[in-house]
């Protein structure tokens, strides 16, 4: 056991990978939240007055609320006055071609290994990149502009298409759902917006990704996407962040809408900087993800590979409504050193048929704490509603610590709900095995975590699923590269 | 190839191997043959490199180098194969995702390039053919829930993939129907060549009707307490374990 103690221990202190920062000018507002910073980010966004009625609204609910306790997290809560509520690269034009972008934004790309170039473009990938808080570069405009899609940032989605989000915009997650999305509502400065229009099957893979770039700047995006009547879209989203000390409050409020026989793919590979050995520093991420299946035969699957953040607080949720409408979510989260996660689901249930499953895999290491917490809520209309949930944690080492909490309400007598739960650790006969085919232990465990989490895995898109599996083999191994 | 002097090892203070002395050449079946808690296995998991076993004292070289200095995955890429008397299963990692990287790791040890797809693939179906195994195992999990038989023909397909210069079987007949234990030890015949060897842990004569070893040690309270050609085993069949045990503790006592 002496070896595998050591090896464990070396994957424990494996530093974060992308632990850099970019040295870029940054316009950023002082920090502190008032009704005054409100107005001025609204104005700087050149935004319609009935977005600042919004934003100062939930500004208002805000203040009367309290942050939620009820999580098995345990953080120091952010002084949410100590915040700079908006960051963007010094002068913002709008560029026209990636040779325009500052060269020192491009190299911390490459340095992730995002693939925000002419051979990604070409794979067919249209990128809206967030570096901070403003949309730097959004490629493909034109070719999904053909086909009626709207695929851009929030804040343009708001000049150019007010109607949409006047719609739409917090009819999933309202500003009053929880303090968090009172917040964000308030306070948010980007995101992404994308429309599919009836009976459009997106060609591509539309990917976003966000990197927190600047000290104390908070980051609050805002998501929207909406799946028009029989139409298709896969959505990635994917995430790091450089090194800090501080500890960085991500709240971010995704909301999808499927309507009738739309179908919505929404696939997360998360990799915030966690914190070091220690537990200090590290990202807080209290984002609020849900779906709503609007019309019958919809379908809204999640799938997410979490491996970073200090503390996480993450629910991806679906309302299924239309009558035959289903639901996936798929997770696996890996918790390492001081690493909370608190994260599952909810499935709603309330229109006839429908259908959900969750698979759900944790992997804890370290002193980490990794807790499934999901709802399962069979609404009286939901007659035949059928869910099949399957919760795995996977201990390696013996510090740290997995829970599940699964929540069942059922109030109607045809439903039919399934849940199955495992806890297993990787075992001193497994690794030895695979030693003795010839594989070193930090290899063995990695496959095993592989093994452990390919369910989850093979639900990715093709592309997304090597770098997520590169992703869970950096946080285990211990050599770096 | 295998000298093993003087080998002594213990679990949790209690020693099971007392001194072991066995040499192996090329070419050579040895067949260990002995009671329950003779240390048969231990033997095989001390080999393997095992390390809830201490060694306390002697000697194992193996092709000219201390085995007992290497880690368990280096012993492997030298060359020993050990086929577990029990399988573990490994849920999820499929049997050509786990040769494959431990096929690279082989691979690379000796100096060459990790084969590609197309011809690890190629590899793969041939070894396949050779030790008849089905084809639906292939795409199924590590053992993950294969029968007794399922799991000690996909032992023997290890084997053949990785080819071993040293393959110990820790009693792969157990828990083998007689069709079973013909396909298995048809498998390990077809392996054999001159240059490597193997040893054979059973308890039992019957499957040394299908592998014929050239030499059978009886292995007592952690000794080898007899050696000889494969009539022993025969003997062994008629007498039992009895006989040899008296024997052997009436020359402990001396």
Redesign the interface.
């Known amino acids: 056991?002496?070896?595998d103690d050591k090896i464990i221990k070396e994957i424990q202190e494996k530093k974060y990978e992308a632990g850099f920062t970019t040295d870029i000018e940054m316009d950023v507002f002082p920090i502190g939240l008032n009704e005054d910073v409100i107005r001025a980010i609204s104005k700087k966004k050149e935004e319609p007055e009935f977005m600042l009625e919004f934003r100062l609204k939930a500004f208002e609910y805000w203040k009367t609320q309290k942050e939620p306790e009820w999580a098995l997290l345990n953080y120091e809560k952010p002084n949410f006055q100590d915040i700079s509520y908006f960051a963007s690269p010094k002068n913002t034009p709008k560029y026209n071609s990636l040779d325009e972008v500052d060269p020192e934004i491009i190299d911390t790309f490459n340095k992730l290994g995002i693939p925000l170039n002419e051979q990604k473009a070409l794979s067919g990938v249209a990128v809206d990149v967030v570096m901070d808080s403003v949309s730097v570069h959004t490629t493909f405009q034109k070719t999904l502009g053909d086909l009626g899609i709207i695929f851009c940032s929030i804040s343009e989605a708001i000049r150019e298409h007010p109607d949409l989000i006047k719609k739409y915009l917090a009819t999933v997650v309202p500003s009053r759902d929880n303090f968090y999305s009172a917040l964000n509502s308030a306070v948010f400065t980007d995101g992404s917006f994308a429309y599919i229009p009836k009976g459009v099957r997106c060609p591509m893979e539309l990917s976003t990704y966000f990197r927190i770039n600047q000290a104390n700047t908070g980051q609050f995006e805002r998501t929207l996407v909406i799946a028009d009547e029989g139409s298709y879209v896969s959505y990635l989203e994917g995430c790091t962040a450089p090194q800090r000390d501080e500890n960085q409050l991500h709240a971010a409020v995704v909301e999808l809408i499927a309507m009738k026989n739309a179908e919505i793919k929404y696939s997360t590979v998360q990799n915030w900087y966690p914190g070091n050995k220690e537990g200090l520093g590290g990202i807080y991420n209290f984002v609020t993800k849900r779906g709503i299946c609007k019309g019958d035969n919809s379908k809204i699957s999640w799938t997410q590979v979490e491996t970073g953040s200090a503390v996480t607080w993450k629910y991806p949720s679906t309302i299924l409504k239309g009558n035959h409408s289903s639901s996936e979510f798929y997770s696996v989260a890996v918790t390492n050193n001081h690493q909370q996660a608190d994260t599952g689901t909810k499935m709603v249930h309330v229109g006839r048929n429908t259908k959900s499953t969750i698979i759900s895999k944790g992997i804890s290491l370290g002193k980490s704490n990794n807790t499934y917490r999901g709802l399962v809520d069979i609404k009286k209309s939901a007659s035949n509603a059928r869910n099949y949930s399957q919760c795995d944690s996977l201990l390696i080492g013996s510090e740290c610590g997995a829970h599940t909490f699964p929540y069942i309400d059922v109030d109607n007598s045809t439903a039919i709900v399934e849940h199955e739960a495992t806890t297993s650790k990787i075992?001193?006969?497994?690794i030895?095995?695979?030693?003795?085919?010839?594989?070193?232990?930090e290899?063995a465990v990695s496959?095993?975590v592989?093994?452990?989490?390919?369910?989850v895995l093979s639900k990715l898109p093709m592309e997304f699923a090597t770098e997520a599996k590169k992703l869970l083999s950096l946080t285990l191994e211990g050599s770096v590269g | 190839m295998l000298q093993i002097i003087d080998l002594k090892a213990e679990i949790n203070g209690k020693e099971i191997l007392k001194g072991i002395n066995l040499e192996i050449k090329p070419g050579e079946v040895h067949a260990i043959m002995g009671p329950n808690g003779s240390g048969k296995s231990t033997l095989a998991s001390v080999l393997?490199?095992?390390?809830?076993f201490n060694v306390t004292g002697g000697k194992v070289i193996f092709k000219g180098k201390n085995l007992l200095d290497l880690?368990?995955?280096e012993?492997?890429?030298e060359g020993i194969?050990?086929a577990?008397q029990y399988?573990?299963?490994?849920?999820?990692?499929s049997i050509t995702?786990?040769?494959r990287?431990?096929?690279d790791?082989?691979r690379i040890?000796r100096g060459l390039k990790p084969m590609s797809a197309m011809e690890f693939l190629k590899y793969m179906k041939e070894k396949k053919a050779l030790v008849e195994m089905d084809a639906k195992l292939e795409g199924r999990?590590v053992n993950e829930g294969f029968s007794g038989g399922e799991k000690k023909k996909n032992e023997v397909f290890?084997m053949a993939m990785?080819e071993p210069d040293l393959a110990i079987l820790d009693e792969t007949d157990s828990g083998l129907d007689i069709d079973a234990l013909k396909v298995v030890a048809n498998g390990v015949n077809k392996l054999k060549t001159k240059d490597n060897a193997s040893i054979v842990i059973t308890h039992y004569q019957r499957l040394l009707d299908f592998i014929v070893p050239d030499f059978i040690h009886i292995l007592y309270d952690g000794r080898i307490v007899k050696t000889g050609g494969k009539e022993l085993a025969l003997e062994l069949e008629k007498s039992g374990y009895d006989e040899i045990k008296l024997e052997a503790d009436r020359l402990i006592k001396n």
């Open positions: 056991m002496g070896k075992a001193e006969d497994q030895f095995y695979c030693n003795q085919r010839g594989l070193d232990t290899n496959l095993i592989n093994g452990f989490a390919k369910e | 393997a490199g095992r390390d809830i880690l368990p995955e012993r492997s890429r194969f050990l577990f399988p573990v299963e490994i849920p999820g990692v995702n786990f040769m990287a431990a096929l790791q082989h040890h999990a290890q990785l």
